[in-house]
């Protein structure tokens, strides 16, 4: 498959626990924040965004949380499965354009 | 509704050689965001497109370039390649320009260069 990251921090966790994952953005002027999956092979693909005049959004098995004093952002997933594995993106957008800026991933790993 | 499409998925050049990538978004997306992956670089931006217009442009040189055409297809060239190249090109569609507007990523274009 494709080599995202060959040095990307790595988070193991048990089928069934729940996972955390950190991100630490830049821009104190981002509105947009995206957490994208990646599985070997395939493109990133979007799993939930959050606005910045919001702190927390739920979607299907996934949370995320925002604090904009620290410039913080995680992703939480419940009962992780093993179909959950692949490197973790978030991203941030900033005003009118399509540009993201991408943080550097992390893998997750999903033990049985 | 078919996602973002790629062709070709897979490319082998040698250095100095060009090459063009094509991107097709999904219907009815009018802008379209170019990005490289490297394992040591991450993903980085390389261009945005929407009317056919370049909107925004990453730091990249010169010899990376691209288009956009009235269906809102796209495609990216890059001249005179060099080993450090060697890299997945993806390719993202949205609605609309917007900081807002959710980008949705193909499965890339994994180009090689010898």
């Known amino acids: 498959g494709e080599s995202v990251g060959l040095h990307l921090p790595t988070l193991s966790v048990q089928e069934g626990d729940n996972s955390i994952i950190n991100c630490a953005y830049s821009?104190?002027?981002?509105?947009?924040f995206i957490w994208y999956k990646q599985e070997s092979g395939k493109g990133p693909q979007f799993i939930i965004d959050i606005r910045s005049n919001m702190d927390k959004r739920q979607g299907q098995r996934v949370t995320v949380l925002l604090n904009k004093t620290v410039k913080h952002l995680s992703l939480q997933i419940a009962a992780t499965q093993p179909g959950d594995s692949a490197v973790y993106f978030c991203?941030?957008?900033?005003?009118?354009?399509?540009?993201?800026?991408f943080g550097t991933g992390t893998r997750l790993q999903v033990t049985l | 509704k078919a996602g973002v499409t790629q062709t070709p998925r897979y490319l082998i050049k040698t250095r100095g050689q060009q090459v063009t990538l094509s991107c097709s978004p999904i219907?009815?997306?009018?802008?379209v965001s170019w990005y490289q992956q490297t394992p040591g670089q991450g993903l980085q931006f390389l261009f945005e497109y929407f009317s056919e217009t370049q909107r925004n442009k990453g730091n990249f040189p010169g010899r990376f370039s691209g288009r956009q055409f009235s269906n809102s297809r796209s495609e990216m060239n890059v001249s005179t390649l060099e080993l450090g190249d060697s890299a997945l090109y993806l390719c993202?569609?949205?609605?609309?320009?917007?900081?807002?507007?959710?980008?949705?990523f193909g499965p890339g274009t994994r180009l090689t260069v010898l």
């Open positions: 821009n104190s002027a981002s509105d947009y």
């Open positions: 219907s009815g997306h009018r802008s």
């Open positions: 991203a941030e957008n900033t005003g009118t354009a399509s540009k993201l800026t």
């Open positions: 993202a569609s949205s609605f609309q320009r917007g900081g807002t507007d959710t980008q949705y």
